[in-house]
Structure formats: C-alpha cells, structure tokens
C-alpha cells in the first residue's frame, strides 16, 4: 500500500462512453499526477496538478480531461476514446511538485477501448 | 532534448548479483531515481541518487556518475521477488516535478 488509490482498476469502455477514473491520496502531499503506460513504452506523463492548479499538460489531447478539486483527488474524465488509449493510466502524488520529489504510485487503472 | 537508456530484459540466478545500468542525456541535472515495478503492479520507489558515487540500502545499491551520463542498480543476493521492471527515470529541465522514464528493464530471477 503506497498510501494512493485508483479507482476502478479495470475499465472496458466503448468509443462513445464517457468514463473517469479516480485517484485519491492519504499522504498529505501537494502535488500529483496522471501518467499512460502502453505496452513496452515508457512511462508518459499527462499532467501534472500542484495545490489543485494544473501546471503540466504534456501535450494530451482533449478527449483525457483532468480535474483536481482538492489536493487529496484527482480525477481523468474520458470521452470518445480511440482504441489506442487502452493501457494502465497511473496516478501518483509527491510532496510538492517543485524539485525532484520521490512520487508515490497508485495500483493503476487496466482501460480497454473497445 | 532528455533520453533515457537501458536493457530492456536481463536474467539472473537466484542467490547472484545482477547490475541494471542506464545512461541518460538531459540538459541541466536534477538527480536520478530508480523504481521497481512488479507486473500489474505501481511502480515503486528504489533510490535517488544526486550526487556521484555508490548509496547502498540492504540488497539494492544505486551508483551515479553525472560525467558520464551513467548509472547502476546493483540487486544483490538475489530472490525470486526481485522478478520486476526496473525503471530509471531523471526530472526534466526546469519546470515541475516531471519525471522522464526510460522503457525499464525488465529482469527474471530463475533458481
């Protein structure tokens, strides 16, 4: 336990659902985070939220919809997705987003658009 | 531009001594992080290295060189657990807490 949580941790959805999944943190810290990882790929990072603000969008098309409304949520809404999203969407938090903060992971949610 | 390197499968015995290496390139360095990460699992945290030379916890050491762009994880005493990715990852230049990862090394522990 890592002290952050996802929810769900498996989503199939349809091209034309609307779907969020859910990260919650219980370690007090300021900033957290949404990343994609597909299949033999790195680590990418979505955004990057700090005390609710989002500071970081790396570039994530408009149909991933981040909203931070306390720093202990973070959700991603998702709307007509294509089938190359499916992968493990990862949320994580750490102490403060400024300098090199170790960050702490969910379990992740498994997302299938079929 | 930030680029991360590093095997992507290695095995090893279980009771031996395995070195993960990673080699990196960023403009402006802010330390380097190594996270394990179990199939299915969140990645975890492992060490964070900013300054040159060798930091050992239990079984893991973790060594940086900033001159050469280069560091290790050295996995001693092998178990079957430690049957994971490992993933080096460095903060991009400037800005928030970003991490770039590399694609993990991918390690099998066999008796």
């Known amino acids: 336990e890592t002290g952050v949580t996802q929810t769900p941790r498996h989503l199939v959805m349809g091209m034309t659902n609307k779907k969020s999944l859910k990260c919650e943190q219980h370690?007090?810290?300021?900033?957290m985070y949404w990343y994609k990882q597909s299949a033999k790929k790195p680590l990418e990072l979505m955004f990057v939220?700090?005390?609710?603000?989002?500071?970081e969008n790396n570039s994530v098309p408009s149909r991933f919809s981040p909203e931070c409304p306390n720093s202990s949520h973070l959700f991603l809404h998702l709307h007509t997705l294509q089938p190359e999203d499916s992968a493990l969407y990862l949320c994580?938090?750490?102490?403060?987003?400024?300098?090199?903060?170790?960050?702490?992971f969910g379990p992740g949610t498994r997302l299938t658009v079929t | 531009g930030q680029n991360i390197d590093q095997p992507t499968e290695m095995t090893a015995t279980e009771g031996a001594i395995v070195q993960i290496n990673c080699t990196y390139q960023?403009?402006?360095?802010?330390?380097l992080f190594w996270y394990q990460q179990h199939a299915g699992e969140a990645p975890t945290f492992l060490s964070y290295?900013?300054?040159?030379g060798l930091e050992e916890k239990g079984r893991f050491s973790s060594f940086l060189s900033r001159s050469k762009g280069y560091s290790y994880l050295l996995l001693k005493e092998l178990q079957m657990k430690d049957s994971a990715s490992y993933l080096c990852?460095?903060?991009?230049?400037?800005?928030?807490?970003?991490?770039?990862f590399g694609a993990g090394t991918r390690l099998a522990v066999h008796p």
């Open positions: 994580a938090s750490s102490l403060s987003a400024g300098g090199s903060y170790e960050q702490y």
């Open positions: 939220y700090s005390l609710e603000e989002r500071v």
């Open positions: 960023t403009s402006g360095f802010n330390g």
């Open positions: 290295n900013v300054l040159d």
């Open positions: 370690l007090g810290h300021n900033a």
């Open positions: 990852a460095v903060p991009s230049k400037g800005g928030y807490n970003k991490l770039i």
